[in-house]
């Protein structure tokens, strides 16, 4: 699964007649420059060895490589030797350097892009997403935004090969089904736990006895000193509860209209204004004395 030179060759040379056969001519620069880098050498003639023979090197310099390049030139055949011979210095003998020997190309290397794709291209169907996870996993570090922008700009740089119905279908398919990062959703409060909860400094404090509260906020509506006595006045309690915190259970209006029709003669309606009004008369006494 990693992206290897010499594998990612051995595929082409197998797969080759469908690319364009010009594309593939033109891709021996790229396979050399590997080639190079992985400083391997398929074999050398080491002068002056004993019993060291040169027949076998000087067959390839002399007749074996220039007849490959003729018949690379062949139509029908793969447009080029799957080796070369290096020069080697100081020496009338060059070196044989297979295009199969291995090496691993890093995702900083200036070939990565095209061999990727090449390697896409080359991947079985039923083993495309096996080969896109381990390469997300190795070479894109899991980093899945990166990952995904990657794969998009290939699919559009190296269409010619990777648009065929198959690769491109399963890369795509595999981009909006796993690479597709998922927003982090905010947790909703719903807006009848806003109400119960709100911001306020203003609070209630005597909730053994909301229907206290409940008297205070029908007796200000009633004195049209809210909202001029107008709107529905349950409305207006719910929504003064929830400024001042108070946590009105469901039945609040079946018990405040129970008290309201209490005909007890022992029980008295206006404790709490009675309450309000000598508190106030306290305040203003204490406020003279100061």
């Not at 006895?209 to 006595?229: H, M, P, Q, R, T």
Request: proline letters at 3%; hydrophobic letters at 30%; charged letters at 35%.
């Amino acid at each position: 699964m990693d992206i290897d030179s010499g594998y990612i060759f051995q595929e082409l040379e197998d797969q080759w007649e469908k690319y364009d056969r010009n594309f593939v001519k033109e891709l021996e620069s790229i396979f050399r420059r590997q080639a190079v880098k992985s400083k391997v050498v398929t074999y050398r003639y080491q002068e002056g060895e004993e019993g060291a023979d040169d027949t076998y090197i000087v067959n390839y310099r002399d007749k074996r490589y220039p007849y490959d390049l003729q018949e690379a030139e062949n139509e029908k055949n793969f447009p080029f030797p799957d080796y070369y011979l290096e020069p080697v210095r100081n020496s009338q003998y060059p070196c044989i350097v297979s295009y199969w020997e291995s090496r691993l190309v890093p995702r900083d290397d200036k070939d990565f892009v095209i061999l990727f794709s090449l390697k896409l291209s080359l991947t079985d169907e039923m083993e495309i997403i096996d080969f896109l996870n381990f390469q997300l996993k190795n070479n894109f570090k899991s980093e899945k935004s990166k990952y995904k922008e990657f794969l998009e700009l290939i699919l559009i740089k190296h269409k010619e090969f990777l648009a065929n119905g198959k690769t491109d279908v399963i890369t795509n398919k595999y981009i909006s089904e796993k690479l597709n990062i998922k927003p982090v959703k905010k947790k909703v409060i719903a807006a009848s736990e806003e109400k119960r909860k709100p911001e306020t400094l203003i609070k209630w404090t005597n909730n053994k006895n909301n229907n206290d509260f409940v008297k205070i906020i029908y007796a200000l509506y009633e004195s049209k000193l809210i909202n001029n006595g107008e709107g529905e006045v349950t409305k207006i309690v719910e929504q003064a509860a929830n400024i001042f915190g108070v946590e009105l259970s469901k039945s609040w209006q079946a018990n405040f209209s129970k008290n309201k029709n209490n005909q007890n003669n022992d029980y008295d309606h206006t404790i709490i204004f009675e309450k309000m009004k000598t508190a106030y008369l306290d305040y203003l006494n204490k406020h003279k004395k100061n």
